[in-house]
T-cell receptor, first 116, second 116 residues
Framework: AQTVTQSQPEMSVQEAETVTLSCTYD???????LFWYKQPPSRQMILVIR??????QNATENRFSVNFQKAAKSFSLKISDSQLGDAAMYFC?????????????FGTGTRLTVIP | KAGVTQTPRYLIKTRGQQVTLSCSPI?????VSWYQQTPGQGLQFLFE???????NKGNFPGRFSGRQFSNSRSEMNVSTLELGDSALYLC???????????????FGPGTRLTVL
C-alpha cells in the first residue's frame, strides 16, 4: 500500500512571509496523482493544488506552488505571502491511477499557524 | 454549482445503536467516497461507490456499510456502534474517479459522530 509521510506536525509563519510544508510518499507506481488539501477549523477539506506525476512542470495556483521531485518521491507545498486565512491543517494525499482505486491516501497533516 | 452536502452535521448516539449518514454529491458527479477522520488514526478510506456499485473498500469491519442511489446520493450505515466509532465522517465526490483521470475529490463539511 502507498504511504504518505508529513514529518512536520506543526509549522508557523509570519504573515506575508513564505513557508514550505514537506511531504514524501512511497509507491512502486510510475504514474499517480498528488494533492494538497487544507482543512480549516470549520473542518471542511478544501483542495489547494494537485499534480499529475507524468507532468514535469510543478503545479502553481496563485500563492501556492509545489516542488515535485519524482525521483526523491517528494511533494512539498510552498505558500507565498502567507495570510491569516491560510491557518489550517494541511494534508498531502496520493491517488493511484488504477481503475477502481479512487481512494486517497493521506498523510498525518501539518498544522500551520500564521502569526500576525 | 452547489457543493457536497452531508446530513446531519452532528450526531450523538450510544453504544450498540446504529446510525445512517447521508451525502449528496456535486451535481453530475457519479463517484462518492467516504472517509473516517480521528485524532489517532487520521484520515482513513472507508469505501467508494460509483453507479450504485461499491467499487473499492478500505479496511473496516462489516459493521460499516454503504449504498448509493440512482441519483448518486449515498448513505453510510454503522451498526452496533462502539466508542471508537466517534469520528468526523467525510464524504467526497468526483466525476468518474476511474483510473487514469485526474479527477479531483471534493469534500463535504462532514458529519461529527459522537458515541457515548
Amino acid at each position: 500500500a502507498q504511504t504518505v509521510t508529513q514529518s512536520q506536525p506543526e509549522m508557523s509563519v509570519q504573515e506575508a512571509e513564505t513557508v514550505t510544508l514537506s511531504c514524501t510518499y512511497d509507491t512502486s507506481e510510475s504514474d499517480y496523482y498528488l494533492f494538497w488539501y487544507k482543512q480549516p477549523p470549520s473542518r471542511q477539506m478544501i483542495l489547494v493544488i494537485r499534480q499529475e506525476a507524468y507532468k514535469q512542470q510543478n503545479a502553481t495556483e496563485n500563492r501556492f506552488s509545489v516542488n515535485f521531485q519524482k525521483a526523491a518521491k517528494s511533494f512539498s507545498l510552498k505558500i507565498s505571502d502567507s495570510q491569516l486565512g491560510d491557518a489550517a491543517m494541511y494534508f498531502c494525499a496520493y491517488r493511484s491511477p488504477q481503475t477502481g482505486a479512487n481512494n486517497l491516501f493521506f498523510g498525518t497533516g501539518t498544522r500551520l499557524t500564521v502569526i500576525p | 454549482k452547489a457543493g457536497v452536502t452531508q446530513t446531519p452535521r452532528y450526531l450523538i448516539k450510544t453504544r450498540g445503536q446504529q446510525v445512517t449518514l447521508s451525502c449528496s454529491p456535486i451535481s453530475g458527479h457519479r463517484s462518492v467516497s467516504w472517509y473516517q477522520q480521528t485524532p489517532g488514526q487520521g484520515l482513513q478510506f472507508l469505501f467508494e461507490y460509483f453507479s450504485e456499485t461499491q467499487r473499492n473498500k478500505g479496511n473496516f469491519p462489516g459493521r460499516f456499510s454503504g449504498r448509493q442511489f440512482s441519483n448518486s446520493r449515498s448513505e453510510m450505515n454503522v451498526s452496533t456502534l462502539e466508542l471508537g466509532d466517534s469520528a468526523l465522517y467525510l464524504c467526497a465526490s468526483s466525476l468518474r474517479g476511474a483510473g487514469r483521470t485526474a479527477d479531483t475529490q471534493y469534500f463535504g463539511p462532514g458529519t461529527r459522530l459522537t458515541v457515548l
